[in-house]
């Protein structure tokens, strides 16, 4: 059986560069990494793309639990989620072997390649991954059980989003896209071989939690991301380090005992959840 893998973009219509890779590959012809293999294209949301804007009315990336594919909401996003789990699901009963899902994120997080599981596919991908692209990060979000994400990647029978950065918002770069394209086409040909290479352990991280910004008593913020933590994605956060400056010019330290490895830093898209950064241990998978 040939494997169905779904190649999405625009899932947020302001990162550009799973955009651009889906349509250079509608334009161009899909990669060498594609042979042997029934892909499918996608641009997620159309109308947040065209507007440029991360979502329309409501995250899109955020509709595809269980609970919120059997609602009747009647958000644009939300409406959008149950066609996709139409044509690409059903959730949980899809044809899809794998979904990639190609984000782009204002943080420092280079390449990184978001699991959710760590199954023998999943464990052998990240291998895979991190001996083709050295340089890349392995994130694992298994704090849910993989069908409980409300990721848009869930609808296949296994999804994995790429997340590349650091690129501001509506913004094309060419060297995010060239990382953001060489992951993609890396984990098609790990999905091309029919026998997968056995390879020796490697290092990843495990989501921890959102660290919320410090607020004051009206709600708004009374702090900023520390010069010593900004674009340090992924490197050790070591106890008694600063954290935060505060708007009347004291640092914030690491607080825990042990040391986290942040990312997600500064994050754009999540100021208006008010968080700060996502914390996260070091693992071997
Ligand atoms: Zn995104």
New binding site residues.
């Given amino acids: 059986m040939t494997p169905h893998i779904a190649l999405i973009g625009g ?2 219509g302001n ?1 550009s560069s799973g955009i651009q890779i889906i349509r250079n590959y509608r334009r161009l012809g899909l990669p060498d990494a594609a042979q042997g293999l029934n892909v499918s294209l996608h641009l997620a949301n159309p109308a947040a793309i065209n507007a440029n804007v ?1 979502y329309v009315e409501d995250d899109l ?1 955020r509709q595809f639990t269980p609970a919120r594919l059997r609602s009747n909401d009647a958000s644009q996003e939300a409406v959008l989620a149950r066609h996709l789990n139409e044509t690409l699901g059903p959730k949980g009963h899809s044809d899809v072997d794998l979904v990639i899902d190609i ?3 204002t943080s420092n997080m280079g390449a990184t390649l978001i699991l959710l599981d760590d199954d023998a596919f999943n464990v052998q991908l990240a291998r895979y991954v991190k001996q083709q692209m050295p340089q890349a990060n392995i994130l694992l979000e298994d704090e849910k059980p993989y069908n409980e994400h409300a990721y848009l990647c869930t609808l296949g029978k296994r999804g994995v989003m790429v ?1 590349v950065g650091a690129q501001p918002q509506g913004v094309l770069r060419e060297d995010i896209l060239l990382q953001a394209q060489t992951m993609t086409e890396i984990i098609l040909a790990f999905c091309a071989m029919s026998d997968k290479p056995d390879l020796p352990p490697c290092s990843a991280f495990r989501l921890g939690e959102n660290v919320m910004y410090p607020l004051d008593d009206f709600g708004l913020r009374s702090a900023m991301i520390h010069h010593e933590l900004q674009d340090r994605d992924f490197l050790p956060l070591m106890p008694g380090q600063p954290v935060f400056r505060s708007f009347d010019g004291k640092d914030i330290t690491w607080w825990e005992d042990t040391p986290t490895y942040p990312h997600f830093i500064n994050e754009a ?1 999540y100021h208006k959840l008010d968080v700060a950064f996502a914390s996260a241990s070091q693992i071997t998978l």
Wanted: aromatic share 0%; charged share 30%; no cysteine.
């Fill in positions: 899932t947020h990162e991360r990336n984000h782009n994120t997340e898209a």
